[in-house]
C-alpha cells in the first residue's frame, strides 16, 4: 500500500512564502501522477499542480507564477513551493499521486497539511 506523508503547513502572513514536503513510500518511477490538491473552508477540493510522467506539470490558473512543483527522485519527495501568499490560499493541502496497471488506475492521498495565510 503506498502511504504519503505532507509536512510543512503552518500559519504565514499575506505575502509570505511556505514550502510543502510529501514523501512517498514508492519509488517516483511507479506512478502515472504526482501532485497536489487543496481544499479551502466550504469549497469543493480543487487542484494545484499535477506532474504527468513524460508530460509537463499543470497549475491551476490562480497559483500560476506564484506556486512551483518539485521533486526529488532520490529521497521520493515531492514539493510545493508557494510565494506571494493571499488569504484566498488558506486551505489544507493534500499530497496526490496516482498508478496505472492494467488498464486499472489506483490513487493515493496524503493525510493533508493545514496552511493558513492570515491578511
Known amino acids: 500500500q503506498v502511504q504519503l506523508v505532507e509536512s510543512g503547513g503552518g500559519l504565514v502572513q499575506s505575502g509570505g512564502s511556505l514550502r510543502l514536503s510529501c514523501s512517498v513510500s514508492a519509488s517516483m518511477h511507479s506512478f502515472n501522477a504526482m501532485g497536489w490538491y487543496r481544499q479551502g473552508p466550504g469549497k469543493e477540493r480543487e487542484l494545484v499542480a499535477l506532474?504527468?510522467?513524460?508530460?509537463?506539470?499543470n497549475y491551476a490558473d490562480s497559483v500560476k507564477g506564484r506556486f512551483t512543483f518539485s521533486r526529488d527522485n532520490s529521497k521520493n519527495t515531492i514539493h510545493l513551493s508557494m510565494s506571494s501568499l493571499k488569504p484566498e490560499d488558506t486551505a489544507v493541502y493534500y499530497c496526490?499521486?496516482?498508478?496505472?496497471?492494467?488498464?486499472?488506475?489506483?490513487?493515493?492521498w496524503g493525510q493533508g497539511t493545514e496552511v493558513t495565510v492570515s491578511s
Open positions: 506532474f504527468t510522467f513524460g508530460s509537463s506539470t
Open positions: 496526490y499521486a496516482d498508478q496505472l496497471y492494467s488498464g486499472e488506475m489506483y490513487k493515493y
